[in-house]
């Protein structure tokens, strides 16, 4: 039988590889999101300005690079990727990616693989996802009345979202409906989606709107902090805290009348910073530490600097010392400008 000696700074180089990654609270770094693009086929309201100027697509780092990346990550400890947008699905071959890394997902190194999408595309690609290892998505959809959803979206075909959300369960892909809970817009529906999300077997998760990149309109007219909607709820509903995780920042109540799960997304009213354990990564090699802090790594540098890793493992390694305890989001009138001038799609959402 053969045997492999390895040296003494070979076994290191082995263990460091291996090491998790932990920030200056103690909180391992076991989640990447990645922003395959800024690219959307929509213009959400709360999101995006309807006439957005998009990055040049010679910024944009290959798939092969972010392919490399993500490994890179995955062989550090990161444990759950998720791919967004923009909308993820409308980059151009982007099932290379996910072909790539959903072998990661096949040979036990990442645990799971998914994806945050708004619907559009799902018709075409739910299948593969499932194929490739893709076990649970998140789709974003605020309301379920097709003209408000053409209000909102500016763009988008609510017919298109269902056929996606059909074709994602009958693919056997768990999916989880995210909707941002605006005053004035659906918050008095958001009972009625909550009913229609949990009659499919979904989860329905709301999310605080939070000041990131200039829009067309002004936040603070639909901003609705989460506590004030789960006192509505509990006027229809029987609420209780569970302990259950997907990973993510939402934190979950059991609806007793319905059987299902309904998750909050809290940035503005209850940060949820002290449990944080992802950093994001933009479609140009940047990294985020914070979603709602500016200070960022550059790392398509060290990427095309060495067809080796070593140089990209020291810069995220000095990266994650740099991650912040948390972030401050503000949202009221007497203040114009949003907190982060980045918009949403360029981090991934």
Known sequence: MNT?????????KLIDAKAPMIDPFGRAVTYLRVSVTDRCDFRCTYCMAENMTFLPKKDLLTLEELNRLCSAFIAKGVRKLRLTGGEPLVRKNIMFLVRELGKHVHSSTLDELTLTTNGSQLSRFASELADCGVRRINVSLDTLNADKFKQITRWGEFSKVM???????????????????????????????LRWAHGRGMDLTLIETMPMGEIDEDR???????????????????????????????????VTETGGRLGLITPMTHNFCESCNRVRLTCTGTLYMCLGQ?????????LR?????????????????????????????????????????VTGG
């Open 4 to 12: 492999v000696t390895i040296d003494q700074a070979g076994a290191q």
């Open 163 to 193: 056929e996606g959300i059909d074709a994602a369960q009958a693919a056997g892909i768990h999916v989880k409906i995210n909707a941002v809970a605006l005053k004035g817009f659906n918050d008095a529906e958001i009972p009625d989606m």
């Open 294 to 302: 500016n200070d960022a790594a550059d790392l398509r540098t060290p």
């Open 305 to 345: 600097a060495s067809d080796d890793d070593a140089y990209l493992s020291r810069v995220i390694d000095e990266a994650i010392t740099r991650k912040p305890k948390g972030h401050d989001f503000i949202i009221d009138r007497t203040r114009n400008k949003p907190a982060v001038a980045r918009h949403m799609s």
């Open 220 to 254: 603070t007219d639909h901003y609705m902090p989460l506590s004030e909607m789960r006192d509505r709820l509990a006027r229809e509903f029987t609420l209780s805290d569970i302990a259950y995780k997907t990973g993510g920042p939402a934190r979950y109540l059991s």
